[in-house]
Antibody
Framework: EVQLVESGGGLVQTGGSLRLSCAVS????????MSWVRQAPGKGLEWVAN????????FYVDSVKGRFTISRDNAKNSLYLQMNRLRDDDTAVYYC??????????WGPGTLVTVSS | DAVLTQSPLSLSVTLGQPASISCRSS???????????LYWFHQRPGQSPRRLIY???NRDSGVPDRFSGSGSGTDFTLRISRVEAEDVGIYYC??????????FGPGTKVDIK
């Protein structure tokens, strides 16, 4: 069974940093693109970033470029999102997803990030 | 970025009746490789999204056959042949042809009359 479990969310001050992690199991992690998708409270879904199987290429939505870094450790079956210079509008539930056929297929339960001054 | 619009934004359906949601893109979603990267997701209240349909019309594993996707170019439709109580929630379309970023539609909220 595919499992994705995010951790690392919490309350952080505006301008601060946070590192999200996603532990996966039930599939060959190194064989799949992975991504982060977020959802602000009461709002829709927003794709944030994705990364290729080997971790050599990461892609981002413009609003997080230069502030967020996606990475992975295939030996540890883990995906990460380093978030720096956090803004109030980064407040959201962050979902870790496994991509298949070019889009998120499996989703974790999400971790809430609250940015507040 | 490709902008997706959905209609209606809210839908009340009688149990057992059909439902249909439209998704329109600001540009054709046909990729240069000939495939169309349009997807549908369902999010029940308080839950993570679940993908229903990939590449316009392919149902994901475990998705009931009452769900179907169709369309081409810029116009796409998700149909539910007979709505059941568990189908309530928000439905999102998403495009993966022009990325980054993948973009989602605003969502269509479905409830039971």
């Amino acid at each position: 069974e595919v499992q994705l479990v995010e951790s690392g969310g919490g309350l952080v001050q505006t301008g601060g940093s946070l590192r999200l992690s996603c532990a996966v199991s039930g599939f060959t992690f190194s064989g799949y693109w992975m991504s982060w998708v977020r959802q602000a409270p009461g709002k829709g879904l927003e794709w944030v970033a994705n990364i290729n199987q080997g971790g050599s290429e990461g892609f981002y939505v413009d609003s997080v470029k230069g502030r967020f870094t996606i990475s992975r450790d295939n030996a540890k079956n883990s995906l990460y999102l380093q978030m720096n210079r956090l803004r109030d509008d980064d407040t959201a539930v962050y979902y870790c997803t496994r991509e298949l056929y070019g889009a998120p297929e499996d989703w974790g339960p999400g971790t809430l990030v609250t940015v507040s001054s | 970025d490709a902008v997706l619009t959905q209609s209606p934004l809210s839908l009340s359906v009688t149990l057992g009746q059909p439902a249909s949601i439209s998704c329109r893109s600001s540009q054709s979603l046909v990729h240069r490789d000939g495939t169309t990267h349009l997807y549908w997701f369902h999010q029940r209240p308080g839950q993570s999204p679940r993908r229903l349909i990939y590449k316009v019309s392919n149902r994901d594993s475990g998705v009931p056959d009452r769900f179907s996707g169709s369309g081409s170019g810029t116009d796409f439709t998700l149909r539910i042949s007979r709505v059941e109580a568990e189908d309530v929630g928000i439905y999102y379309c998403m495009q993966g042809t022009y990325w980054p970023p993948h973009t989602f539609g605003p969502g269509t909220k479905v409830d039971i009359k």
